[in-house]
């Protein structure tokens, strides 16, 4: 790699990619939607919903990193579906077209593992069948095939991460640090669910191999640092990186399907989504795992960090 552009550089993961490229002399081109400072050399202003990238901004670029999209869910469930198809399907398509026809060698899309699906039953790998429930993930497969049909004109690697974690404001993660900070959640109880994650500077060492490594062409990867979590393991951890002594006892389960299932009559009476639900209870309760087997054994993906070393430091 030379010089690459960057889609999404601005977000979470995008400033921590440009970051690291730049620390390997890679000359960085990001895409961003207003002039800010950043890790980059060059950045080419656009909308990747709205306009197209113009020719002059693939000059020399042999490698696109695609990051831009619409990471966290959206709240208001009417506006799902379009929003996230408009960036990530249609600007996808926009890119892949300027990209093929500039002649860029490779190009490496993030997408996710809700492309596969919500939540799983079993360890789910790249063989597993995809059945994505939400928008995002719908929108996330689409792009994937998509990018996959023309991968014969230019070399495409899907990454699929499971939830990235750094330090961030974005995301469940930090809003589950800042709610037990401040003692306004009670101890969950432990549903022994399994869920995968990934530092973002593993995610970004995986971006770089997928980048380099010939046999990653046409190629999805998972990727996750190894380990799995359980919603109450998550909460603990918290708790010690905080200082505190995880509380010995739990919030009946009973409780919370009550919980959730005041959140839905009343969403159903006032016509919006309350914070917690059946959904949100779903989401705290089940399973998502994923095997991470191919990205090790094929690129040699070797992950540094674990969450409760991350969490240990972090909030120390
Ligand atoms: N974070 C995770 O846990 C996670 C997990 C799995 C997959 N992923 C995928 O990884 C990618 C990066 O995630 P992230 O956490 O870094 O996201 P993020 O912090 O929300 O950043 C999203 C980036 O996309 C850019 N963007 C959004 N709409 C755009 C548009 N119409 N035109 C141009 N740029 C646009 C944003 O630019 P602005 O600064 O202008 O908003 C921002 O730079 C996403 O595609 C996401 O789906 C993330």
Redesign the pocket.
């Known amino acids: 790699m030379k010089r690459v552009l960057v ?8 400033m921590h990619l440009c970051r690291r490229l730049q620390q390997q002399n890679v000359e960085v081109r990001a ?4 002039a800010i400072n950043g890790p980059w050399h060059q950045a080419v202003l ?4 709205e306009q197209a990238l113009p020719a002059t901004a693939f000059d020399g670029v042999d490698t696109v990193f695609h ?6 869910a959206i709240r208001e469930p009417g506006e799902d579906s379009e929003v996230y198809y408009r ?1 990530n399907v249609i ?1 996808t398509q926009h890119l892949l077209d300027a990209a093929m026809a500039a002649g860029v060698k490779r190009l490496v899309y ?3 593992v809700k492309a596969m699906g919500d939540a799983t039953t079993s360890v789910q790998d790249e063989h597993s069948p995809c059945a994505p429930t939400s928008p995002y993930g719908q929108s ?1 497969l689409a792009a994937e095939r998509l990018l996959l049909s023309h991968s014969r004109a230019i070399e495409v690697v899907i990454l699929r ?4 974690y750094g330090e961030t404001q ?2 469940n993660l930090p809003l589950m640090i800042r709610l037990i900070r401040k003692h306004l959640v009670p101890p969950l109880p432990d549903y022994a669910n399994h869920r995968c994650m990934v530092h973002v500077d593993d995610m970004v060492e995986a971006a770089l191999l997928a980048a380099e490594q010939p046999a990653a062409a046409a190629q999805v990867y998972i990727v996750n640092d190894g380990n799995s979590y359980s919603t109450r393991q998550i909460y603990d951890a918290i708790c010690r990186g905080l200082g505190r002594q995880p509380p010995a006892w739990s919030l009946p389960k009973a409780l919370l399907v009550l919980a959730a299932k005041t959140g839905d009559g009343l969403a159903a009476l006032l016509g919006r989504r309350m914070r917690f639900d059946s959904q949100a209870l779903q989401r705290l309760s089940c399973s998502a795992q994923y095997s991470a087997a191919k990205i090790r054994q094929e690129l040699g993906f070797c992950p540094r960090y674990d969450l409760y070393r991350f969490l240990h430091t972090l909030l120390r």
Do not use: E, N, Q, Y
Not at 46 to 49: A, S
Not at 67 to 72: E, I, M, P, Q, S
């Open positions: 889609t999404g550089a601005s977000g979470f993961i995008g895409v961003l939607r207003r656009c909308d990747l919903t990051l831009a999209g619409k990471a966290h960036i600007a993030f997408s996710s996330k991460p499971c939830m990235v974005k995301g």
